[in-house]
C-alpha cells in the first residue's frame, strides 16, 4: 500500500461532528499528517472556536478558511490540482454549501460530510471552486 493510500485509509469511516470531525478538521489533520505546520489560531479564531463561527456565520467561517489556507498554503488552479492538494468544492445540481476535500487522484476526493462521516468519492457531481497546493515536498512520501 503506497504512503498516501495508508495515510487516507487512516482517515476513512471516521464519524462527521462540527467543529471535532468536519471537512475542516479533517484537511487540518491531512495536513498535519504531511507535515505541514498548522497554526491553533488564525486571525483570533481558534480550531475549537471555528464550530462556533460555522453555525452563527457560515459565509463568515467559510471566508476565514479561505484565508487561512491562503496564508498557509500556495493557491492553485483548482483543475490542476494534483493528488494531496486541498480543493473547495460545490455540488453541480443542489443548493448545499461548498465544502474542503482532499484530492486524490483519479477524480476522487476524500471528505468529512455531515450525515456520512469520512469517505472517499467521485468529484464529477462536484464544480472546483477553489484550490490550494500541498507542498510537493509533502506529496511523495
Known amino acids: 500500500m503506497s504512503s498516501f493510500a495508508r495515510l487516507t485509509s487512516e482517515l476513512l469511516g471516521r464519524e462527521y461532528e462540527l467543529g471535532r470531525w468536519d471537512c475542516f478538521a479533517l484537511v487540518l489533520h491531512w495536513l498535519e499528517l504531511r507535515g505541514v505546520q498548522v497554526p491553533e489560531q488564525f486571525e483570533g479564531v481558534g480550531r475549537d472556536d471555528y464550530a462556533e463561527l460555522f453555525r452563527r456565520a457560515p459565509e463568515e467561517a467559510k471566508a476565514l478558511m479561505g484565508r ?36 486524490a487522484g483519479n477524480g476522487q476526493a476524500l471528505s468529512a460530510v455531515e450525515g456520512i462521516g469520512t469517505n472517499k468519492f467521485t468529484l464529477t457531481r462536484y464544480e472546483p471552486v477553489r484550490g490550494w497546493q500541498c507542498p ?4 511523495t512520501l
Open 68 to 103: 487561512f489556507f491562503d496564508t498557509i498554503l500556495e493557491p492553485c488552479d483548482p483543475r490542476h490540482v494534483q493528488p494531496g492538494d486541498i480543493l473547495l468544492v460545490r455540488p453541480l445540481f443542489s443548493e448545499a454549501p461548498a465544502f474542503t476535500v482532499v484530492y
Open 136 to 139: 510537493r515536498q509533502y506529496h
